[in-house]
């Protein structure tokens, strides 16, 4: 990992290195083995981030959900640790079983694969029997870490003033907190209102109560 190899960190920022995209993945204890993190992951998550940051190496965070063992007070965690950690940006994926992989097997041999259209299997669609309510949770996730606050906070603490160097930094933020808003109206306006909210979406409506 180059964060944790300071010369290498070093001659990568003088060659010209701004950012870095990261594959996360999860924070869950039963998940970290699978994906091949150390039991201190949480830990080292944060130092990683923190070197890099002293660099003023910019961070998209990439992480995974869908696992069976995710539970979505879980994954809500993980939205708030990337926020904790100061990500520039973060991508929230759905667990997808690629072809050939030991994943893609495994659902198989369940016969969970509900999607035969490769061009589906690009980690924003759900192309299995997930055991929980993935589509929604994923969507919540983009958007709390996308909400406005939260990327006002990001572009004064990363991005202030804005220059034509950092200018992609608030587009890219800015951009996607706009389009999640826009189809969070486009979705308000088609609800069912008898459709129950989500269990993320009744986590964030406690957050405003408190």
């Known amino acids: 990992m180059i964060a944790r190899d300071e010369e290498l960190l070093d001659a990568a920022v003088e ?19 699978k994906l091949g993190k150390p039991d201190n992951w949480r830990q080292r998550f944060f130092q990683i981030c923190s070197a890099l ?25 993980t939205v708030k ?20 992989t030991a994943q893609w097997k495994q659902f198989v ?20 029997r997930p055991t929980d309510e993935l589509d929604r949770v994923v969507r919540d996730a983009w958007r709390e870490f996308y909400r406005p606050k939260k990327v006002a906070k990001r572009l004064i ?8 160097g950092n200018l992609v930094g608030w587009a890219r933020n800015v951009g996607i907190s706009r389009i999640l808003r826009q189809y969070k109206r486009y979705e ?3 609800r069912d209102t008898s459709q129950p ?14």
């Not at 603490?157 to 034509?164: A, E, G, Q």
Request: with cysteine; aromatic share 12%.
């Open 109 to 128: 041999a369940e016969d969970r694969i509900v999607e035969n259209d490769w061009s589906k299997f690009n980690f924003q669609n759900t192309v299995y």
């Open 81 to 100: 640790l990337a926020a904790e950690a100061e990500l520039e940006f973060a991508q929230f994926s759905k667990l997808t079983p690629l072809p050939g």
């Open 157 to 164: 603490r990363h991005w202030v003033p804005l220059t034509k």
């Open 197 to 210: 909210l989500s269990v993320f979406e009744q986590m964030q409506q406690q957050d405003s109560l408190d």
């Open 188 to 190: 308000d306006s088609v």
């Open 53 to 77: 940051h002293r660099k003023k190496v910019a961070i998209w965070g990439g992480f995974v959900f869908g696992l069976d063992t995710d539970t979505v007070e879980g994954l809500r965690e």
């Open 15 to 33: 060659a010209g290195c701004h950012g870095l995209f990261i594959g996360f993945e999860t924070f869950s204890s039963p998940n970290l083995k």
